[in-house]
């Protein structure tokens, strides 16, 4: 099992900032690559951004430029800097770990995290 516990969530104003965390905890090894998705209120749910073992990133396009997804790996965590929010950024934010280990994958999330960007 793997526990996954975001934080950084909070309240902005548009063109602020946050950094969001991501700390998984549990049986990690394997983990072969770890995403933020998001969903706001009457939308589905959305890859915002991922990030491999190998450290390769993958972004929305609504997000380019804007965020950066990165990974500590001393610390088990992975991190999504959110730099000139808009208030279409609003969403609950929640992080996901897959696990691959001999052809078989699991897929782990986090409690999400609220991300609130004013106009």
């Known amino acids: 099992q793997v526990q996954l516990v975001e934080s950084g969530g909070g309240l902005v104003q548009a063109g602020g900032s946050l950094r969001l965390s991501c700390a998984a905890s549990?049986?990690?090894?394997?983990?072969?690559?770890m995403d933020w998705y998001r969903q706001a209120p009457g939308n589905q749910r959305e890859l915002v951004a991922g990030?491999?073992?190998?450290?390769?990133?993958n972004y929305a396009d609504s997000v380019k430029g804007r965020f950066t997804i990165s990974r500590d790996n001393n610390k088990n965590t992975v991190y999504l800097q959110m730099n000139s929010l808009k208030p279409e950024d609003t969403a609950v934010y929640s992080c996901n770990a897959v696990k691959t280990l001999l052809g078989r994958s699991w897929s782990y999330w986090g409690q999400g995290t609220q991300v609130t960007v004013s106009s």
């Open positions: 990030i491999t073992s190998d450290g390769s990133t």
């Open positions: 549990g049986s990690i090894l394997s983990i072969n690559r």
